[in-house]
């Protein structure tokens, strides 16, 4: 038998594969901060209040939030966390006077929590432990007079576990999304100087290990902030560069560019090494963490570049295959370098962070000169909508634990808090997910509740017995829990929840009882807020905001046409894309989410990722077409006609895309006419055009085909 295949390996290889080291780690760092502060509390001070807010503060926000990250960064977001649950501790405990007041809490304090998610990740970890802040202090008994003390217990246990994440087995740092962008920049710049020859494959992996899915959350781009966003349009610039060398190289154009061609142009030899040396000065940037001192944009470039290719177009005068292969490989040069301009520019302001005069354009990177203040809104305001998914899911959890609150609060059950604790531990954004997270829970629970009874009593009021095993007790079910599933981590934390609660006050088997009422009962009122709010999470919504996106960026394909033909030139106003920038904003959450959910990881069918990607190909080129390809005259009547040929047939397959994402039976599929021989000679604005335009069907076409029809296949994760 080989070593691999026995069941020591085999073992291994699963403790392995579920993060034992760092889930051990964890359990023990919470453990030490627990038990520390509800000893020194109880048996030291006698104040059972102080030991019970020490003892689940970093349960609360060490085990039961995901806050990601080092352990520095773990205890900055927890120490940051603090002011917060202070806040929420003393707002509890003034409106557990009546149960409607703590029901009305609940549900402002449950909503702005979960929708913290928004600001990034770490705000969306430490949210589940805030709740529990408020959860904890919001339950009779009415008592203000403590209020004091639970803030005190409350400050020791996070400090305690903010100590621990620093000192005591610390989470390593993991991989930052900073140096996989300098990684893929420096294969860009490599491959644009002819230092390396990757195939096409080879190039789209570099660009495949940008994907924020990669990364721990700590480490993704996703706040509000001017820095996170610039590192965040770094990251698609440098995949979409690959993803654009990549083209090149399947059609032999990068090789020509290189200058293994026999038409290679003095334009193109001109602008390439400074399209290269951008690149690597970018990368370099990166790598050092902060900016170079001199701004080397690509503006002025890429202007004396298209007024090169102007002259000569001129002075050929002719038309010819040689001459219109030169202007192609113009062209997709030209998109390379925009690529690269919006790499450059985005890594400057991810590393500095601070506000700067307006850069060109202005739709894309408005955040760079947008107050702090603003960036905040807009991104609150941009997803208070029915289409944000961020938006559902906090409006879910605030009903649920609103409902769970009122339910407790006028039954009167025994640990009421248990109730919500369960909607908010076992809450999930499907009803599939909620309902099998459910039934696991209560198998645990009924085993730990008899297990519990059985312990409760078989050592009667013995607290110096519970002391003992108290601490062993969390370190066993802080560990082995997370890595066996719900039904054991229920459990187990029956277990630990009653023998912390028997040296508090006397208790009998009738605890374990209540935890199972309170836990089905909070189970019940999760899964019915899942099965009525969105139940199918982000399945549909991926599917209604990849629509909307496509409908925006049709309409942008059209408008870009139209302002490169008006005459005179200049006279039509270049598309906006602000709306399309909200759609994508959107979709790109949707997806983040529909990515996270089992149905996406087990269906296949659309590739929502090659939408996204198709998309911002779109809003680049509405951006750089007007900018840098303006005619200086207008445009012969027979080449306006070929470009709005070409604009309706990809604008038509950007409109039946948006249909399939809708479910809808999209129109049928029309033959692009065949364009009449041109009378004039090529110009550079039409070459630029029809590049782009052909670039982006081939791109829809690839995606066309994986989209499912009307009661089709389900989406693939991809």
């Excluded at 960036?375 to 029915?386: I, Y």
Aim: with cysteine; aromatic share 6%; charged share 15%.
């Amino acid at each position: 038998m080989r070593a691999e295949s026995s069941p020591t390996a085999r073992i291994g290889a699963f403790l392995a594969g579920a993060g034992w080291t760092g889930i051990l780690h964890r359990s023990v760092r919470v453990t030490v901060a627990s038990a520390t502060g509800f000893y020194v509390f109880l048996y030291g001070l006698d104040e059972p209040v102080l030991a019970l807010y020490a003892l689940f503060a970093p349960i609360a926000l060490g085990l039961l939030s995901a806050v990601p990250g080092s352990g520095r960064q773990r205890a900055e977001v927890m120490l940051k966390a603090l002011p917060v649950g202070l806040a929420l501790v003393a707002l509890g405990t003034a409106l557990a006077v009546r149960t409607w007041a703590a029901v009305l809490g609940m549900l402002v304090v449950g909503f702005l929590l979960a929708f913290a998610a928004v600001a990034g990740p770490r705000p969306a970890g430490a949210a589940p432990g805030l709740q529990l802040f408020y959860i904890l202090a919001c339950f009779p008994p009415y008592a203000p007079q403590t209020l004091g003390l639970r803030l005190a217990g409350l400050s020791t246990g996070v400090v305690l576990l903010a100590l621990c994440e620093v000192v005591l087995l610390p989470q390593p740092g993991g991989a930052t999304y900073r140096s996989a962008v300098a990684r893929a920049v420096v294969v860009a710049g490599d491959t644009l100087a002819g230092r390396t020859r990757l195939p096409p494959g080879a190039l789209r992996a570099e660009g495949e290990r940008l994907r924020l899915s990669v990364f721990p959350p700590a480490e993704r781009p996703a706040g509000p902030g001017r820095a996170v966003r610039g590192l965040a349009q770094a990251g698609s610039a440098a995949r979409r560069l690959l993803e654009q060398l990549a083209h090149l190289t399947e059609t032999g154009q990068l090789h020509n560019l290189l200058g293994g061609g026999r038409h290679s142009d003095r334009a193109s030899r001109w602008l390439l090494p400074q399209v290269a040396a951008r690149c690597a000065d970018s990368a370099a940037a990166l790598r050092a963490g902060r900016a170079a001192p001199a701004p080397q944009r690509l503006d002025e470039a890429i202007g004396a570049f298209q007024r090169m290719r102007m002259r000569q177009g001129a002075k050929t005068g002719a038309e010819g295959p040689g001459v219109v292969a030169v202007l192609r490989r113009q062209a997709a040069l030209l998109g390379v370098a925009e690529s690269v301009r919006a790499l450059e520019i985005s890594v400057r302001v991810g590393l500095d962070g601070r506000r700067t005069a307006p850069i060109e354009p202005r739709e894309l990177f408005w955040y760079t000169d947008a107050p702090t203040v603003r960036l905040w809104l807009r991104r609150f305001a941009g997803n208070l909508t029915v289409r944000s998914v961020q938006f559902h899911n906090a409006l879910r959890i605030a009903l649920a634990l609103g409902a769970a609150r009122l339910v407790a609060g006028s039954l009167d059950l025994t640990h009421g808090f248990w109730v919500l604790l369960a909607v908010l531990t076992l809450s999930r954004t499907t009803v599939g997910e909620t309902w099998a997270a459910m039934r696991q829970a209560v198998a645990g629970n009924l085993a730990g509740a008899v297990a519990a009874g059985a312990l409760l009593i078989g050592l009667g009021e013995h607290t110096d017995a519970y002391a003992a095993i108290l601490a062993p007790g969390m370190l066993v079910a802080f560990s082995v829990g997370p890595l066996l599933g719900i039904a054991w981590a229920q459990a187990l934390f029956t277990l630990v929840v009653a023998t912390a609660f028997a040296q508090i006050t006397p208790a009998t088997w009738r605890l374990a009882e209540a935890r199972i009422v309170d836990v089905v009962t909070g189970s019940l009122i999760g899964l019915l807020c899942a099965l009525l709010a969105w139940p199918s999470g982000a399945h549909r919504e991926v599917r209604r905001t990849m629509a909307e996106l496509l409908r925006d960026c049709a309409s942008l394909i059209r408008a870009t046409v139209a302002a490169l033909a008006a005459v005179p030139p200049g006279s039509a106003p270049p598309p906006s894309t602000l709306h399309a920038l909200h759609r994508m904003r959107l979709a790109e959450s949707a997806y983040a989410q529909f990515r996270s959910e089992p149905a996406a990881r087990a269906a296949a069918g659309a590739d929502w990722h090659g939408v996204l990607i198709a998309t911002h190909q779109i809003l680049l080129g509405a951006h750089w077409l007007p900018r840098f390809d303006l005619p200086a005259t207008g445009l012969p009547p027979d080449a306006v006609a070929r470009a709005w040929a070409d604009a309706r047939a990809a604008a038509g397959t950007v409109d039946r895309l948006a249909a399939l994402c809708d479910g809808e039976r999209p129109p049928p599929k029309a033959s692009r006419p065949a364009a009449a021989p041109a009378s004039t000679p090529p110009l550079p604005t039409l070459v630029d055009l029809e590049a782009w335009l052909m670039s982006l069907r081939a791109q829809l076409s690839r995606v066309e085909a994986g989209l499912p029809g009307p009661g089709g296949p389900h989406e693939r994760g991809s």
